[in-house]
């Protein structure tokens, strides 16, 4: 038997390509994994929507796979927030269906950011499914068929390899769909330089090899059970954003490594364009944990070095980049305060 995966979808507002989503995932070769969404407090027809798609009445399209009418329906178990942090659940129904034919749906209360969303999910499947990995995965993402195998793979062939990531296409940049959007990633410290390899390049076959990295990307990350039993959750004090890179150093802490697998694919929704508007929240949590993670991760001369490179280099970098893209100056307000509340304490602004 092939180790069991619980794979994680955070979904807020975002039924449709949630949908998509899914639809991939259920086309996969992997024969023992788990589905839940989590449903971060939507404020839209995302809780129906979704069951609607299980229960066959909303065909997907998409670019990459034909919709599969034979599937359906898809077996909903709907449970709220509170049931599933006291671990509420009918098992032994859930485990007389087919994987791709069975669906968890938690709802929360609100909006808990992809940190405290996920933390949710995961300690459901820890605490109810007993899985040997969990898998999160973004909403707005569609994966290979073997995208999984590879992974899983991977993953055992060393005992020492406790989180790892896939090849990471744009699913669509301008028009092409093998275009890099992330093969893995290294933290250049102390100044926390994210260095992302072969990004919005043609894959023309430099990426093909698996590699140690620092992080890979939350988007898909395997997580092997030991890791999250030993070094915990996600920081729910980021919210968003580098959460996944305080997750593996802290793994790196306990000798675990983290690894780029270029035979797994997966393709993601995420902007390719320059002139993107980014919104001010995104802008304020970027700069801010970046700092958290320094405070929390390094030694306290690294966040003094950091803090000046900021002040000498970086801020002037951002501050042209984000009002070029946002075309105002209210960038520079987010840039500002996200720096000063990530220096000062850790306040969210929602």
């Known amino acids: 038997m092939l180790p069991r995966v619980s794979i994680i979808i955070l979904n807020w507002n975002g039924w449709k390509d949630t ?78 269906f087919d994987a791709n ?13 992809f940190a405290g969303g996920n933390n949710i999910g995961m300690k459901f499947a820890l605490s109810v499914l007993d899985p040997d990995y969990i898998l999160l995965l973004n909403n707005d993402t569609v994966v290979d068929k073997y995208f999984l195998n590879e992974l ?22 301008k028009g092409q769909s093998d275009i890099i959007s992330f093969t893995g990633q290294d933290i250049i410290l102390p100044f926390a330089i994210q260095k992302k390899y072969g990004r919005r390049r043609v894959d023309k076959g430099k990426w093909d090899v698996n590699k140690e990295v620092d992080n890979v990307e939350g988007s898909c990350m395997l997580l092997k059970k030991e890791i999250l039993e030993q070094v915990g959750l996600l920081n729910g004090r980021f919210f968003a954003y580098w959460e996944e890179v305080d997750l593996c150093f802290r793994a790196r802490k306990k000798s675990y490594r983290a690894m780029y697998v270029a035979g797994s694919k997966i393709w993601h929704k995420e902007s390719a ?35 000046i490179y900021f002040v000498l280099i970086e801020f002037w970098v951002l501050a042209f980049f ?28 929602r």
Do not use: H, T
């Open 19 to 96: 949908i998509e989503c899914l639809e991939s995932l259920y086309r996969i070769k992997y024969p023992n994994y788990d589905v839940i969404v989590v449903d971060n407090g939507s404020k839209d027809d995302s809780i129906q929507q979704i069951k609607e798609y299980a229960e066959g009445k909303i065909e997907v399209n998409s670019k990459f796979f034909e919709y599969n009418p034979n599937n359906k329906p898809i077996k909903v178990f709907e449970i709220n927030e509170d049931e599933a942090r006291r671990g509420e659940f009918n098992r032994p129904l859930y485990e007389k």
């Open 322 to 349: 984000y009002i070029i893209a946002n075309r105002n100056i209210k960038s520079l307000i987010s840039l500002i305060k996200g720096f000063f509340d990530g220096i000062m304490g850790d306040i969210i602004k």
């Open 152 to 173: 899983v793979k991977v993953a055992e062939s060393d005992g020492k390899i406790g989180i790892v990531g896939p090849k990471i296409y744009y699913y669509d940049y």
């Open 273 to 307: 364009s320059f002139g993107y508007k980014i919104s001010l929240l995104k802008i304020y949590l970027l700069v801010k944990n970046k700092v958290l993670f320094l405070k929390i991760n390094m030694p306290p001369a690294y966040l003094i070095i950091y803090i």
């Open 101 to 113: 034919r069975r669906l968890i749906l938690i709802k929360n209360k609100g909006n808990y950011g």
